[in-house]
């Protein structure tokens, strides 16, 4: 299986790529712009492989995706590329919208043409036997909850930033492809990501590398917003299932079954390092920022089989110490706002 892997060399996509790499003996494209979020150090234990491709270019570059569908004999997409962080969407909106709607738009156009099996039939729904596109997005695309209750499936989707409004549109594309094309199209959606090669603009990298240092650690409001946290590598366990087994045209929430409160995470942090608490600076609160969210895994676990590994305190002490044994990688990048 020849499979193209978007946004390869940022945290998912890196850990992805090593976690399918160590599995099977599958050949892997990684296609990824590397901006300030992508890292070809996340992949430098791989990078040796006859198996994996590294291609430096822009999912927007149709001629380009089109030279990578025909030179690899493309399988699989996983499409992981995407402008991610909330704070950033707020300041500059539309290189989001270019990205992630626009960017996702032209992989499905190439993957479309690339394997139908009549290109002369523009009418044609049938493609070669075996393709699948898997698009990766959030649960921030279903806004956010109450004190109770969960995101299914089934949610109506209501985006409050720029961001998540950017993927919730991408979301809804890869979804008609499906529909109207019969594109054999996946989408997941998944909670808030914590693990190794995290790029330190998110909350938990961050305050491990401020708490090292003894640095204020800035956290938005009171804290108490909370978030359900998966580590990457259950969230990359989770897709190889959906790559194997998942439904075309569903949707499969994949979520750690880890509430907690952003206060709550960063104490555990100040704690594990024994670190004062004191550290902990409260700034203004982002705009429009969502005070819950929370995944039902009940699909993805009834229908594939999956759930999730690790505990939250144990995937965290794991964290720390990754990142503490690799200060040289992170204090190499460059942190750029708070979550």
């Known amino acids: 299986m020849n499979i193209l892997v978007t946004g390869g060399a940022g945290f998912i996509g890196s850990n992805f790529i090593k976690f399918m790499l160590s ?27 006859k198996r994996y491709h590294f291609i ?47 960017g996702t738009q032209a992989l499905l156009d190439t993957a479309k043409e690339y394997w139908k099996t009549d ?4 009418f044609s729904t049938e493609y070669k036997q075996g393709v699948k596109f898997i698009h990766i997005s959030t649960d921030e695309v279903y806004g956010e909850l109450g004190k109770t209750g969960y995101f299914t499936e089934k949610t109506n989707l209501a985006p409050n930033s720029p961001y998540s409004a950017s993927k919730a549109a991408s979301d809804m594309i890869a979804k008609a492809y499906y529909e109207t094309f019969q594109l054999p199209v996946v989408i997941t959606r998944c909670s808030n990501n914590y693990g190794p090669y995290q790029h330190p603009e998110k909350l938990i990298p961050l305050m491990i ?16 917003q909370v978030r359900d946290w998966l580590h990457v590598e259950d969230h990359c366990s989770a897709i190889d299932i959906v790559l194997h087994k998942g439904r075309n045209g569903e949707t499969y929430n994949i979520g ?13 942090i100040l704690k594990s390092l024994q670190k004062s608490e004191d550290l902990i600076s409260f700034v203004p609160d982002r705009l429009g920022h969502d005070r819950r969210y929370a995944i039902d895994n009940f699909k993805i676990t009834s229908e594939l ?22 200060k040289q990688w992170m204090d190499s990048i460059n942190s750029v706002g708070i979550v």
């Not at 003996?25 to 492989?49: E, R, V």
């Not at 290109?119 to 523009?122: D, F, L, V």
């Not at 079954?257 to 555990?268: H, P, S, T, Y």
């Open 209 to 224: 590398q401020r708490a090292i240092y003894e640095q204020p650690l800035p956290l938005y409001g009171d804290g108490k």
């Open 305 to 326: 089989g999956w759930s999730p590994a690790f505990a939250l305190d144990e995937g965290l002490k794991q964290t720390i110490q990754w990142f503490i044994r690799n």
């Open 23 to 49: 599995r099977y003996d599958y050949t892997i494209i990684n296609l990824d712009l590397l901006t300030y979020a992508g890292n070809l150090l996340n992949l430098k234990s791989i990078q040796h492989l």
């Open 256 to 268: 750690g079954n880890n509430e907690k409160e952003n206060l709550e995470i960063v104490k555990f």
């Open 119 to 122: 290109n002369r039939n523009k």
């Open 56 to 102: 430096q270019g822009d999912i927007q570059d149709r001629n380009l995706l089109e030279d990578i569908f025909q030179k690899y004999d493309i399988h699989t997409v996983i499409h992981f590329a995407a402008e991610s962080h909330v704070d950033r969407s707020i300041e500059d909106p539309e290189i989001f919208i270019k990205t992630n709607v626009l």
